[in-house]
């Protein structure tokens, strides 16, 4: 397992997680993960949080690449998911959006839920909606980076590469509202409709986290990039910019 670590000290390590692997076992997970790794590394793990999570200060989907924040003792842990669930962490993604989004910039705030039909999915609805118990408030802000046609389809598919900064942190957040602003990620197997085009050779789905803003526990602020990964980049390349 090629997991790089970007950062360490004696309270937190930062991995640039490649995609294709799940950064910890939930329900019938049966293959290696993140966590599996780092805890072979720094069998220390074993003693922060609680399994199977241990150290993880937050979740990145199985094929999400980028950047994964893990703490090495408890109290670390306990500081850097404060900062989470009080929404003071700034992270961006890069992510590959189907079609056009028209507007260069923009703010989606919905309410979000599990899906009735797809106990896999995530579902999005307006604040006003009152149809359905449990939903909780999601907030994303995005804005365009660049506009793509396709010219290996007769289609001319189109695309749109976003900035996208999480001001909450819900299960398939920008997946759920990607989709819902009806130009889900190329690639998303689960997000995507049964019309979306993708770009030939993508396996998995254009998201990345490219960028973490946060205090640790010694008091100092620090911010941490991933580059976007060799496959994502090869992939823009088969595109041509649209004018």
Do not use: W
Not at 47 to 55: D, L, M, Q
Not at 214 to 231: A, M, Q, T
């Amino acid at each position: 397992m090629d997991v790089k670590i970007i950062y360490e000290d004696e309270n937190v390590l930062v991995v640039d997680k490649p995609a294709g692997i799940v950064v910890f076992p939930e329900g019938q997970t049966t293959e290696n993960t993140v966590i599996d790794y780092l805890v072979e590394k720094f069998p220390a793990l074993n003693n922060v949080g609680e399994a199977p999570r241990y150290g993880i200060a937050h979740r990145l989907d199985k094929d999400t690449s980028g950047i994964l924040l893990v703490a090495k003792n408890t109290e670390s842990l306990i500081f850097l998911q404060k900062q989470f669930k009080n929404r003071e962490v700034e992270k961006k993604y890069a992510t590959l959006a189907t079609g056009v989004v028209k507007e260069n910039s923009g703010i989606i705030h919905t309410l979000i839920g599990r899906a009735k039909n797809d106990p896999r999915k995530q579902v999005a609805h307006s604040l006003e909606y009152k149809g359905k118990k449990g939903l909780r408030e999601a907030i994303t802000e995005y804005k365009v980076l660049e506009r793509f046609t396709d010219p290996s389809t007769s289609l001319r598919a189109s695309y749109t590469l976003l900035e996208v900064k999480i001001k909450t942190g819900r299960k398939h957040q920008i997946r759920c509202h990607l989709a819902y602003l009806k130009n889900p990620i190329a690639g998303d197997k689960i997000y995507g409709f049964k019309n979306s085009p993708i770009p030939e050779g993508l396996g998995r789905q254009f998201l990345h986290a490219s960028y973490l803003k946060i205090l640790l526990s010694d008091g100092v602020i620090k911010e941490f990039n991933s580059d976007l990964p060799k496959e994502l980049i090869s992939i823009l390349k088969t595109l041509n910019t649209k004018s």
